[in-house]
């Protein structure tokens, strides 16, 4: 990457009071993350040569280790996810950024404070058929008085019975983790995909202008 690079990467948003700064194998080569900041709203970011990044499965898989290091410092840390490709060419076009969107990123970070999100696919086995509805109700009963939030996702294959994302306080994240247990020892005969914490991509909808 040349050291004369202005353009900046953006793995999400912070609040700027408390910026971060540390070295790890970032998007593009990039080995130093760090925020750029304007009145209180921070976006973390590394260097990059170009403002149309290529999204390769290693730099997809950087993209998130980034934001899960941010989200495991000091205790947990809350952080405004952005999709893979957002990237800037020069400080001052991203905090044109942050200053036009910052009543949006505020709110996102309001909402998904202190929070995680977790999904969860229920399976059924090939050529198997059970009460879809039941199932359903049965989870719906079970999770969401812990979830802060829910959304449901594509039901990508024939098999798959429920696919959902959960927003979830961190402090409840154990009595979430054992009611989903209890899901699984009950349905004992279905497949249960329970996986996270992830950054909240699924309870954010913050669109700004990138490539610029």
Excluded: C, W
Excluded at 71 to 87: K, L
Excluded at 119 to 142: P, Y
């Amino acid at each position: 990457m040349s050291k004369t690079s202005t353009n900046r990467y953006v793995y999400g948003i912070i609040d700027g009071d408390e910026p971060v700064e540390f070295e790890t194998d970032a998007v593009a080569g990039a080995d130093h993350i760090y925020t750029v900041s304007h009145r209180r709203i921070g976006a973390v970011v590394s260097d990059i040569d170009t403002t149309d990044p290529e999204e390769t499965d290693e730099d997809a898989q950087r993209h998130d280790d980034v934001l899960r290091e941010i989200m495991d410092t000091d205790d947990g840390r809350s952080i405004v996810p952005m999709q893979f490709g957002m990237a800037f060419e020069s400080d001052r076009t991203l905090k044109n950024v942050l200053r036009g969107a910052r009543p949006a990123f505020r709110r996102a970070m309001n909402d998904i404070d202190g929070r995680v999100e977790l999904g969860l696919k229920v399976v059924r086995d090939e050529d198997t058929e059970v009460d879809d509805e039941a199932i359903e109700d049965a989870v719906a009963d079970t999770l969401e008085p812990i979830a802060a939030q829910s959304v449901p996702n594509d039901l990508f294959s024939d098999r798959l019975v429920l696919n959902r994302s959960y927003l979830v306080e961190r402090d409840e994240r154990e009595t979430f983790d054992d009611a989903v247990a209890d899901l699984e020892e009950e349905y004992d005969d279905l497949t249960f995909r329970y996986t996270g914490p992830f950054a909240p991509y699924s309870f954010v909808d913050v669109k700004i202008g990138a490539n610029q």
